[in-house]
């Protein structure tokens, strides 16, 4: 019993620390970091024409839009997002103690979400990170729940919060895919009830995604999460593409480059940059491309895929090598590093700074003209972040850990290790292979892996005890026996 009453002591602790840091971002940077050029778009977005952004779904747009109902404050944005942030480290820790786990495994996703400093600068800034990572903290939470296989309210909910996430960040997608395979396998249930938990969960995202497919074919006249998102492939596969190892479709064959590999820039100017962008010279540019000429460039990007897969496999995968070493790797896709996010210039880009607060002030948002920093502050809070960030030997770690977890354990904790981990994987994995390794994009992913690293850290360290008690247990039987023996 005193057991069970310290960890959750251990979990206020947690959350009133949590508190204090994201407190310590609100006196130190008012009234919300605006230098990744997003937060501008996000803005104008929502106090115009919601689907109006080729590249980006609608879902935090409409949440912004929301918030300014209630009250045109860019504080109230970031103080809301703080919350989440504390939200979302109590429903992995819920999460983690229905897997039959001890609660104290679930301190350890609590305490990377509360605590990790990468998440809550992001949580300071008007980008869409912090209402995503929530969301998918609740669907996991949900899916959870769903393992008995009881109630069909725990899946759809489930589908609803991961179709709310996918209209945040289209990464989730896949998780749709996901999801549907685990619950079809995972609950402890016939198969004709796990074919109606996964029903239900189905037509909970088709009654998100229809009608926001409804209102974005009638604003827009066509349909999808990034109407023009496939350019961000294009920009991931144009850095390497040899038009030797495959056959350009027509128009294509104008993207076909003979630069060296070593000489090509990267990802992000591939996807936006007119002068070193064979497509976006010949197929204007991701923001108002037609649907045709972004069908050519999806049509080259895949004959990428398809035709050159060992050179996109070691692509990805030096990629995914910046989760150990963020600052290295960087001509495998570039992308910005926690050290470019927050000791760069990413979310302090005075030009972008600027031009965020006009447009915040142009949307008649209060507080907008009151730009503040405590520099002194926030250069303790940035010491603060290069010791919590999860990468080298920590990633590691939870990396190992995370996948120890659906082989050590059994049953329900299996079937939720398994969860986790898939969830967590997915979210670190697809932004690389679809566009780059990121900062931004690499911290949503962190709190299903330290869940996911909680039940495998459980399932070992349970495993090396019972190996010791066999131990004991055989050596003092031999013991016995060489006593009698003597006797």
């Known amino acids: 019993m005193d057991g069970r009453r310290r960890i959750p002591r251990a979990l206020v602790a947690i959350l009133v620390a949590g508190a204090v840091v994201r407190l310590l971002f609100v006196v130190a940077w008012q009234p919300a970091f605006m230098g990744w050029p997003d937060a501008a778009s996000y803005i104008d977005v929502s106090q115009s024409e919601l689907f109006s952004n080729n590249l980006r779904p609608a879902g935090y747009p409409a949440f912004l839009h929301l918030l300014h109902a209630l009250a045109p404050s860019l504080t109230l944005v970031t103080l809301l997002q703080h919350l989440l942030g504390l939200a979302t480290a109590v429903l992995l820790y819920l999460a983690v103690g229905r897997t039959g786990a001890s609660r104290a495994w679930g301190l350890l996703p609590a305490a990377i979400v509360a605590l990790g400093a990468d998440g809550v600068f992001l949580e300071h800034a008007a980008v869409s990170e912090s209402l995503f990572v929530f969301l998918v903290a609740a669907a996991l939470y949900c899916g959870v729940r769903s393992l008995d296989g009881e109630r069909l309210a725990w899946p759809a909910a489930c589908g609803l919060?991961?179709?709310?996430a996918a209209s945040v960040r289209v990464v989730a997608v896949p998780l749709f895919a996901v999801y549907a395979l685990w619950m079809l396998i995972a609950p402890a249930a016939s198969f004709?009830?796990?074919?109606?938990?996964t029903a239900a969960g189905a037509l909970a995202v088709l009654a998100v995604i229809g009608p926001y497919y409804a209102a974005e074919q009638h604003q827009t006249g066509r349909v999808g999460l990034s109407r023009n998102g496939i350019?961000?492939?294009?920009?991931?596969?144009?850095?390497?593409?040899?038009?030797h190892k495959f056959t350009p479709p027509p128009p294509t064959q104008v993207l076909c480059e003979t630069t060296?590999?070593?000489?090509?820039?990267?990802?992000?100017?591939?996807?936006f940059n007119w002068y070193y962008s064979p497509a976006v010279r010949y197929f204007d540019n991701p923001h108002v491309a037609t649907a045709a000429e972004t069908d050519d460039v999806a049509a080259f990007a895949w004959s990428v895929v398809w035709g050159q897969p060992l050179d996109y496999a070691t692509e990805v995968g030096a990629g995914l090598l910046r989760y150990v070493a963020p600052n290295s790797f960087e001509g495998y896709g570039g992308g910005p590093s926690y050290d470019d996010l927050v000791h760069g210039k990413i979310l302090f880009n005075r030009m972008f700074q600027k031009e965020g607060l006009r447009v915040a002030r142009a949307k008649h948002y209060t507080d907008a003209g009151h730009f503040r920093v405590r520099r002194g502050l926030l250069g303790a809070l940035r010491d603060y972040e290069s010791v919590t960030r999860i990468e080298?030997?920590?990633f590691v770690l939870l990396a190992l850990l995370s996948v120890a977890g659906p082989v050590l354990t059994r049953g329900r904790a299996r079937r939720a290790a398994a969860l986790f981990a898939l969830t967590a994987w997915t979210l670190m994995v697809v932004p690389v292979a679809t566009v780059e390794f990121s900062a931004r994009t690499a911290v949503p992913g962190f709190g299903a892996l330290g869940a996911a690293a909680a039940v495998g850290g459980f399932a070992l360290l349970a495993a090396l005890r019972e190996r010791g008690r066999s131990?004991?247990?055989a050596g003092g039987g031999h013991g016995h026996a060489r006593a009698a023996a003597s006797a």
């Open 231 to 243: 350019w961000n492939l294009y920009g991931r596969v144009a850095p390497f593409a040899d038009c």
């Open 471 to 473: 131990s004991s247990s």
């Open 260 to 271: 060296p590999r070593s000489e090509r820039p990267l990802t992000y100017q591939y996807t």
């Open 192 to 197: 004709k009830r796990r074919l109606a938990l």
């Open 392 to 394: 080298g030997a920590l």
């Open 161 to 164: 919060l991961l179709a709310l």
